[in-house]
């Protein structure tokens, strides 16, 4: 059986819920506020009627 000591699993623990996951949550709100950006810029070229192509 595989056993961790007290140590080993608290610093696995901080590392994961105050390292990786508030890292992910950043990528993933960048992510969609980049699309948001997108989105408007796509939204008011659309209004002005500028078309892409």
């Known amino acids: 059986m595989i056993a ?3 140590v080993s699993a608290t610093i696995g623990l901080v590392a994961v819920f105050f390292v ?4 992910l949550a950043h990528v993933l709100i960048g992510f969609a ?3 948001g950006l ?3 810029q796509a939204n008011e070229k659309f209004a002005a ?3 892409d192509e």
């Open 4 to 6: 961790m000591s007290d």
């Open 20 to 23: 990786a996951f508030p890292a």
């Open 33 to 35: 506020v980049a699309q």
């Open 38 to 40: 997108g989105e408007r």
């Open 49 to 51: 009627g500028i078309d």
